[in-house]
């Protein structure tokens, strides 16, 4: 039987993380948090004092990777361990996030995550987050999203998250920060983030997560996927 895949592909802070946690929850599918794979990636090379450039090292380390995730109900996001130790807190440090976008780079750290990444389609279903989940890992998915919004508002929904935890930026320097990531995921020399062919873009800039995923259901039920 076919397993059904609904990718979700887009620059950070476009909403990939909620939206995809609601349609999981939703059609009682499975996620895959494929960003949550490149920062596990990073924190064992930091851990392992593994030059983020050293791509023999990170391909092994990619293969070998203990890792195990749990969705846990009512949190947003899923909770990762790292050879047994709960990491998820230390994964979305910006140190991680720097190292998660230089491993990225990486064509054999990449291709080895392929395998972990597919591993995830199970029945009844997958929605899978990532920056090329359409157009590389799953190009097979029957309905593809391309998740954007404006450098401002992801700007403004990074300032409000970084508040909620108590600790503060400014919002020039957010823009700034924003913009040098989307730069380098879009330019880079293997899997650049850009939209599949066959992808559906969503701008969420005005929208409401509700609104977003309304609007994702509504096109998974037009083509049967449930
Ligand atoms: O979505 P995120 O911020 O957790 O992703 C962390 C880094 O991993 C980011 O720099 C982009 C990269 N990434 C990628 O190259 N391919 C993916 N499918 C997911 C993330």
């Not at 969503?202 to 977003?212: A, G, N, R």
């Amino acid at each position: 039987m076919l397993i059904p895949i609904i990718t979700v592909d887009g620059p950070g802070g476009a909403g990939k993380g909620a939206i995809c946690k609601r349609l999981s929850e939703h059609l009682g599918w499975h996620l895959l948090d494929s960003g949550m794979l490149y920062r596990l990636l990073a924190l064992s090379a930091i851990n392992h004092h593994v030059e983020t450039d050293n791509e023999p090292a990170l391909k092994v380390m990619a293969s070998a990777l203990d890792i195990k995730f749990q969705s846990i109900a009512g949190q947003d996001g899923i909770r990762a361990w790292l050879e047994g130790e709960d990491v998820t807190d230390a994964l979305r440090s910006e140190d991680v996030g720097l190292a998660a976008s230089k491993v990225a780079q990486l064509p054999a750290a990449r291709s080895a995550l392929l395998a972990r990444q597919r591993a995830f389609v199970e029945l009844p279903g997958l929605v899978a987050d990532g920056r090329d989940m359409g157009t590389v890992v799953f190009i097979e998915a029957p309905l593809k999203i391309y998740l954007t919004a404006s450098v401002e508002e992801r700007a403004n929904r990074r300032y409000k998250q970084l508040l909620d935890k108590g600790q503060s930026d400014t919002l020039p320097r957010l823009v700034e920060a924003i913009k040098a990531r989307d730069e380098s995921d879009m330019n880079r020399a293997v899997a650049p983030l850009k939209p599949a062919p066959d992808a559906l873009t969503i701008d969420s800039t005005l929208m409401t997560i509700d609104e977003v995923c309304q609007q994702v259901l509504d096109e998974a039920a037009k083509r049967g996927l449930f």
